[in-house]
């Protein structure tokens, strides 16, 4: 098979090369990758910021496809389903996957990470990791739905978002920002998406505007009482900003560090307005299981940017970060 890897860490030393097809064992599934999706825990895997195993590596977290081959003791899939791969690796057995977060299991990873991922034409899973979904649902969406929905959608259930209440997205176009902002309108709340593409409109924003001139707006869609919720899933550049903007007893939820990892903080300004300060991590089985469902019902969308085939995978990882991108970017084998 084709696959995307690297020998040494750096996107330049991204390149394809033909190499064995993997063979499912008894508890595994062969997946033939239709659509993956380019994040920055790719970004980090192949520049070395993480590490990455085994080496040479496939990465790619994020993919959907079809199940290819099966292992002799899986059950409940079969060859031609079509299937998206919630991307942590768990033995189902520890005190975390028992207490159904499967994302913090004790001798967990991460698929293509801590093992070959989706940057390939095909790609060697545990069985337990592959989850169905239906005919309607594109492989884009399928492919986006492991990284870019799940860590919006559990990044809100874990602010306690409730109907009526305002929420704040920061970096509402970006690749889990389009999701939160989809997901929290769908919760029953009002959403200001902070970016200047006003096709976040149409899936859902009632507002979109730049965190500069945030505030006034959010005054008077709240008569001054300010926000309830602020997604900022982006770090240091923006998180004094995204403070300001919430109102008593407002929480403010982060899951990345994209434009830097440490920050200074107003403790009076945290403890005057009674705030919580709210981390997240990735998202369980049981939240995936949900957004298939709102997928397969039509409820959720994503906007892609840019294809690239396996050939061009130094251009997608590159253009990442790219003030031109305008959505998602992927990546079909």
């Not at 109907?163 to 309108?185: C, I, R, W």
């Not at 903080?265 to 991590?281: F, P, V, W």
Request: proline share 4%; charged share 25%.
């Amino acid at each position: 098979m084709r696959a995307l890897l690297f020998e040494r860490f750096g996107v330049e030393n991204l390149r394809v090369v033909d190499v064995e097809t993997p063979r499912p064992g008894p508890h595994d599934v062969l997946v033939r990758v239709e659509a993956a999706g380019v994040n920055p825990i790719d970004y980090a895997t192949v520049t070395g910021a993480r590490s990455a195993r085994p080496m040479p590596h496939i990465p790619g977290v994020e993919f959907a496809g079809f199940v290819e081959a099966v292992g002799d003791h899986v059950s409940g899939l079969k060859t031609g389903d079509r299937v998206t791969i919630y991307k942590n690796l768990f033995d189902g057995s520890c005190d975390m996957c028992l207490s159904g977060q499967e994302m913090f299991c004790r001798a967990g990873g991460t698929i293509g990470v801590d093992s070959n991922g989706g940057y390939a034409e095909y790609a060697l899973v545990p069985a337990r990791n592959a989850m169905p979904v239906g005919d309607r649902v594109s492989w884009e969406l399928a492919a986006s739905l492991p990284v870019g929905a799940l860590t919006a959608y559990h990044a809100l259930r874990l602010a306690g978002v409730s109907p009526g209440e305002l929420v704040v997205v920061v970096g509402a176009s970006g690749n889990t920002g389009m999701f939160a902002v989809q997901l929290a309108k769908m919760m029953g709340a009002r959403v200001v998406a902070i970016t200047s593409k006003q096709w976040l409109r149409d899936l859902g924003a009632d507002e979109v505007v730049d965190i500069d001139n945030a505030k006034p707006v959010i005054e008077r869609i709240t008569g001054g009482s300010m926000a309830d919720v602020v997604v900022d899933p982006l770090g240091s550049e923006t998180m004094s900003k995204s403070i300001k903007l919430l109102g008593i007893n407002g929480r403010i939820v982060t899951f990345g560090a994209l434009t830097g990892g440490e920050l200074r903080l107003s403790i009076r300004e945290i403890y005057s307005k009674q705030i919580r300060l709210i981390g997240a991590t990735g998202g369980t089985r049981r939240e995936l299981l949900d957004l298939i469902k709102l997928a397969n019902e039509g409820k959720l969308k994503v906007k892609v940017w840019r294809k690239y085939s396996l050939d061009q995978g130094v251009e997608a990882l590159s253009n990442l970060f790219s003030r031109e991108r305008d959505g998602r970017i992927m990546i079909t084998p």
